[in-house]
C-alpha cells in the first residue's frame, strides 16, 4: 500500500500536477515534510493548532491512492486476490482457485477516520468477539467469531485517528503492533492478520502535553511528525475565505472585504489580549464572512434590494456572533467585545490604507464640507444610501482599486465602495462618526 503511494506521488512529482488539491498556505512549508514522509513508507502525526487544515490534509491522501483496487468480495478486511490472509478468503481461495470472486473498491472507499473521543474502546479499534456469531454455533476459539474493528476493516487503505492524545493511553497500548509488527490481536485469539496500511494522526500541541499525551512507545513508532499552521500570508487567507465559505448564502462579498476579514483574523491570533495556546481557527475567518454575507441577505429581504451586496456596516455583527470562538486571557475577562471591536477597526484601516491610500478622494469629503451628514447603517438599502451621498467624481476609480471589475456596477457594489470609502476616512480621523441603535451617521 505504501508502495503504491509512493509511485503515484512520484508520477505526480514528475508531472508537476497538484498532490494536494485544496490545500493552501502549505506548499513550501508543510508539503515537502509531508511528500518525504510518504516517500519513506513513514506512518506520521500531523502536529498543530486547531483549524489548521489537518484532517483536509489527511484526507486528501487518499488521492495517491489507485483509483480502482481488487479485494475478495465479501471481506471485511479487504484481502487481496492474489494474498489472502484472514481465515475466510484463506479457505475460499483454495476451494474456488481462479473462480475466487473479485469486486473493485474505489480509492474513496479505502479511507477509514476515527475521532479519538475518550470513550473509544480497543474493540472499536482493532476488534472484539462477535456473540451473535458465537450463537449461531461457531466455537469460542475460531477465528471468524471476530468482529473486526475500524484499523483492520481499513486494510490496504489509509486510516486517521483524529486528536490522538484525547485516546485513553491503555487504548493507544492495541496501536503498537499495528504500526511496528503490522499486525493486530484481539483478546486471546492467536490471530496473526499482517495489515497493510498506511495510519496518519492528528493532534493539537496543547493536547499533545497537558489535557492527553501520546504514550511513549506509539510516539517513537510513528516515521514522521509533521508540524502544521495557519496561513503565513493575506493572501493565503484570502485564498482560504474564498474556497471555504459557503457559496450559496446569496450575497455578493466584494474582495476588500475579505481583505478585512482576513487581517482582522491575523490581528485576533497576533493579539495578546488572546490566549496563543489556544489558537484563532481559520474557521473563525470563514464564519466571520458567511455571517457577513448572511447580514446583506437579511437587509436586502427587508429593504426589497435586487441584489445583496456585503457593507462595511455588515462586519459588526462578526464581533458579537464569533466571540464565542476566541479564547481569551483571564485578565481580559468582559473586555472581548471592545477588543474584537478595536481589532477590526485596525483591520478595516490597514485594508483602506492598502487599497485607497493614495486614491484621491476629495470629492467624497466635499460632500460633508458645509455641515451636511451621511446617515447609513445596516437596515439602509444601497439605493438609498446612494441618494443621500449624492453624485460623486471618481466614483469608478474608486471601485476599481478595491477590486469591483466588469459586472460589479450594481447599487449594491457601489454603495459599498462609497460606505467603505467612508470608514476608511473616520477611521484616516478625515470625518466624524456617530453610531445610534443600528444607524451609522458620518460627518465632518
Known amino acids: ?60 491522501v487518499t488521492g495517491l491512492l489507485d483509483e480502482w483496487t481488487p479485494v475478495v468480495e465479501g471481506c471485511e478486511i479487504n484481502d487481496h486476490p492474489y494474498a489472502p490472509v484472514c481465515t475466510r478468503c484463506v479457505t475460499l481461495a483454495r476451494e474456488l482457485g481462479d473462480e475466487l470472486p473479485v469486486a473493485w473498491k474505489h480509492r474513496d472507499e479505502r479511507y477509514g477516520e476515527k475521532l479519538a473521543t475518550p470513550d473509544t474502546s480497543v474493540g472499536d479499534l482493532i476488534g472484539d468477539v462477535d456473540p451473535i456469531k458465537i450463537a449461531e454455533g461457531r466455537r469460542l476459539g475460531d477465528p471468524e467469531t471476530v468482529h473486526y474493528g475500524l484499523v483492520p476493516r481499513t486494510n490496504r487503505g489509509v486510516f486517521s485517528v483524529n486528536e490522538l492524545p484525547d485516546l485513553a493511553e491503555r487504548i493507544q497500548v492495541s496501536l503498537l503492533n499495528v504500526l511496528e509488527e503490522r499486525d493486530l490481536q484481539v483478546r486471546g485469539y492467536n490471530l496473526r492478520l499482517p495489515l497493510d496500511l498506511l495510519l496518519i494522526a492528528s493532534a493539537n500541541p496543547e493536547d499533545y502535553t497537558n489535557r492527553g499525551r501520546i504514550i511513549t512507545p506509539l510516539k517513537d513508532r510513528f516515521g514522521a511528525e509533521v508540524r502544521t499552521h495557519y496561513p503565513l500570508t493575506v493572501d493565503d487567507e484570502l485564498k482560504l475565505i474564498r474556497q471555504e465559505s459557503v457559496p450559496d448564502i446569496g450575497a455578493d462579498v466584494p474582495e476588500h472585504l475579505v481583505e478585512v476579514i482576513a487581517r482582522f483574523t491575523r490581528l485576533v491570533r497576533e493579539s495578546t489580549s488572546v490566549d496563543a495556546r489556544s489558537g484563532v481557527s481559520a474557521r473563525f475567518s470563514i464564519a466571520a464572512a458567511e455571517t457577513a454575507s448572511a447580514s446583506a441577505v437579511r ?63 476629495s470629492p467624497l469629503t466635499d460632500k460633508f464640507s458645509e455641515g451636511n451628514q451621511v446617515e447609513s447603517g445596516e437596515l439602509v438599502a444601497a439605493g438609498e444610501l446612494l441618494h443621500r451621498i449624492g453624485p460623486v467624481d471618481g466614483l469608478s476609480k474608486i471601485m476599481s482599486k478595491l477590486g469591483m471589475g466588469a459586472g460589479e456596477e450594481s447599487p449594491g457594489h457601489a454603495a459599498a465602495a462609497l460606505e467603505f470609502a467612508l470608514e476608511g476616512l473616520y477611521l484616516m480621523r478625515r470625518l466624524s462618526k456617530d453610531d445610534l441603535d443600528g444607524v451609522t451617521v458620518y460627518r465632518t
Not at 494536494?20 to 508539503?31: A, S, Y
Not at 456596516?313 to 471591536?341: M, P, Q
Open 299 to 361: 437587509r436586502a429581504a427587508i429593504t426589497g434590494e435586487e441584489r445583496a451586496v456585503t457593507r462595511v456596516c455588515d462586519l459588526a455583527n462578526v464581533v458579537h456572533s464569533l466571540r464565542g470562538k476566541v479564547e481569551f486571557e483571564v485578565s481580559e475577562e468582559g473586555r472581548e467585545t471592545e477588543i474584537l471591536a478595536h481589532l477590526l477597526r485596525r483591520a478595516t484601516a490597514e485594508t483602506f490604507r492598502s487599497r485607497l491610500g493614495g486614491v484621491e478622494l
Open 1 to 60: 500500500m505504501k508502495a503504491e503511494v509512493r509511485e503515484n506521488l512520484l508520477a505526480k512529482l514528475r508531472a508537476g500536477e497538484p498532490r494536494f488539491p485544496g490545500i493552501v498556505g502549505f506548499d513550501d512549508t508543510v508539503l515537502p515534510h509531508l511528500e518525504r514522509a510518504l516517500l519513506a513508507g513513514h506512518d506520521l502525526v500531523l502536529l498543530g493548532e486547531r483549524g489548521q487544515g489537518k484532517t483536509r490534509l489527511i484526507r486528501t
